[in-house]
C-alpha cells in the first residue's frame, strides 16, 4: 500500500474524529440533511489538500496544516460547485486563489453514464499527474433520476456497485482520497414521503464500498454536527465543526 496522506478538513475537532483529516486510498462518504455542509466540506478540502511542496502556489500552507499536495477532481452532479467560494477559503489557508482554482479539474456529469465517463478520462489524467483528491457530489442523484422507474432498483443498484468498484480502484491505484456525498432514503409514511436524515441512501452496494460514512446535521445557528457511523478503525463519536466563510472550521 502507497503512504497514506491525510487531508485537513479545516476542523481540528473533525480532523481528530478523523484520526487526521481525510485518508487517501480510501473512500470517505457524507450523507444527512439538507444544508448540513457536505458540499461545503467538499469546497474546503479542495483548498487544504493542495500543500507544499507542488511548486505551483505563492503562498504554501504549513506542514503544520497537513494539506495533502497533489491536483484535485471534482465531478458535480447536482451543479453546487461555486469556484467564488474557493476563493476566501484559498484566503483563510494562505494561499493564491488563482493558483487554487488552476488546481481543480472541475466535471458537471449530467447522466450516470456521463458520470461513469468522465471517471474514465480522470483515470486517464491521473496516471500522468499527481492527483490527491477527487470529489464526487453527489455519487447517487444522477442514479435516482435515471434509474426512477419501478423495478429498476436491481439494474440501478449493479451499475452502482460497477462505479463505485471503479472509484475504489482510482483510490488505491493513484493513492487519492475520495470524498463524496450521499443523499438520505425517502420512506413512504402517511401517504406522503418522508425524508429520515439517518439513513443513508444506495443500500448495501454502497454501504460496503464506502472505507469511512459521516452522517451529518444540523446544530445551532452555523454548527453543524458530524457522527462517525460507520467506520472500520473509528469510534462511534461525534464532533461539532462550523461553517465559516473561510470554510469548514471549528
Ligand atoms: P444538500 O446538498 O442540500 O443536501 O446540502 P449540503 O449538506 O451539501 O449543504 P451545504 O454544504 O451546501 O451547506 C449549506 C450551508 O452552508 C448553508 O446553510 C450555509 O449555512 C453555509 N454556507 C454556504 N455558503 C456559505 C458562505 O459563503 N459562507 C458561509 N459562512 N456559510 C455558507
Ligand atoms: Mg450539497
Known sequence: RKSVVRVTTGSQALDELLGGGIETSAITEAFGEFRSGKTQLAHTLCVSTQDINCGYFLFQLPTSMRGGNGKVAYIDTEGTFRPDRIVPIAERFGMDPGAVLDNIIYARAYTYEHQYNLLLGLAAKMSEEPFRLLIIDSIIALFRVDFSGRGELAERQQRLGQMLSRITKIAEEFNVAVYMTN????????????????????????????????????????????????????PEAEAVFQITPGGIAD
Open 183 to 234: 443523499q438520505v432514503i425517502a420512506d413512504p409514511g402517511g401517504g406522503m414521503f418522508v425524508t429520515d436524515p439517518k439513513k443513508p441512501a444506495g443500500g448495501h452496494v454502497l454501504a460496503h464500498a464506502v472505507t469511512v460514512r459521516l452522517m451529518f446535521r444540523k446544530g445551532k445557528g452555523e454548527q453543524r454536527v458530524c457522527k462517525v457511523f460507520d467506520a472500520p478503525n473509528l
